[in-house]
């Protein structure tokens, strides 16, 4: 079944620690996006990928990277996690600039201590 | 900066009642996206309303959208508690290289 697939799902680590996001999409889409979302609040992009090769930053500043190598594979990392990194990460993707809309990840909620 | 504003923040109606969430943008579009959000997960993707089009629907939602007024409704008949979610709109500029921008959001509870 074509799905996108984040891990971890929950992730509490300390500050300092380098981590990085997994975000996989086996629906062959061109585009993927990631998000950072507080609780209760909108949704901001940080960083977004219109191809193998190709990364952008998004509209917040985010002290996070990302790569993409293969067209499945989107992940996002931290290089050294901070409190105020505290958040829920989504990643999504889509088939034709959004036309047809996003496809979204269940998230990984990350808590840095 | 912020191109969708849902209204209202938060909602609580019974089920069986109809529900209306209403999203306004700023600046021209492609197209307008609704999503929802379940208790911190992913968003889902309801349905995606073009510029031309005035009306679409979609089971119980019915989506409006008035360019001129910039603005959009999404309404949710015969609520159940099912739908007790968060709400999005996002908004498409359509350019080649362009992004969703997503709205804040409306709560919406529907209680047995």
């Known amino acids: 079944e074509a799905d996108i697939y984040q891990t971890p799902r929950y992730l509490v680590i300390g500050t300092g620690k380098k981590i990085t996001l997994e975000c996989s999409q086996t629906m062959g889409h061109d585009k993927m996006y990631w998000y950072q979302q507080d609780p209760g609040m909108e949704l901001h992009l940080i960083h977004y990928?219109?191809?193998?090769?190709?990364?952008e930053k998004g509209d917040l500043s985010s002290e996070s990277t990302v790569s993409r190598i293969r067209t499945e594979h989107f992940p996002l990392t931290l290089e050294s996690a901070r409190p105020s990194h505290t958040s829920q990460y989504l990643c999504?993707?889509?088939?034709?600039?959004?036309?047809?809309?996003?496809?979204f990840g269940s998230g990984t909620r990350l808590t840095v201590v | 900066s912020q191109q969708g504003e849902e209204d209202p923040q938060a909602l609580s109606i019974q089920e069986g009642e109809n529900a209306t969430m209403n999203c306004s943008y700023k600046?021209?579009?492609?197209?307008l996206q609704w999503y929802r959000q379940n208790s911190g997960r992913g968003l889902v993707h309801l349905i995606l309303i073009r510029s031309n089009e005035r009306e679409k629907h979609s089971g119980r939602l019915r989506v409006t959208l008035d360019t001129s007024k910039k603005s959009s409704s999404l309404l949710i008949t015969a609520s159940r508690a099912a739908d007790t979610a968060s709400y999005f709109c996002?908004?498409?500029?359509?350019?080649?290289?362009?992004?969703?921008?997503f709205g804040k959001g409306t709560m919406l509870l529907v209680s047995p």
């Open positions: 990928s219109y191809g193998v090769n190709s990364t």
């Open positions: 600046t021209s579009i492609n197209n």
């Open positions: 996002a908004t498409d500029a359509g350019r080649r290289y362009s992004t969703l921008t």
């Open positions: 999504a993707s889509s088939g034709d600039g959004g036309s047809y809309g996003y496809t």
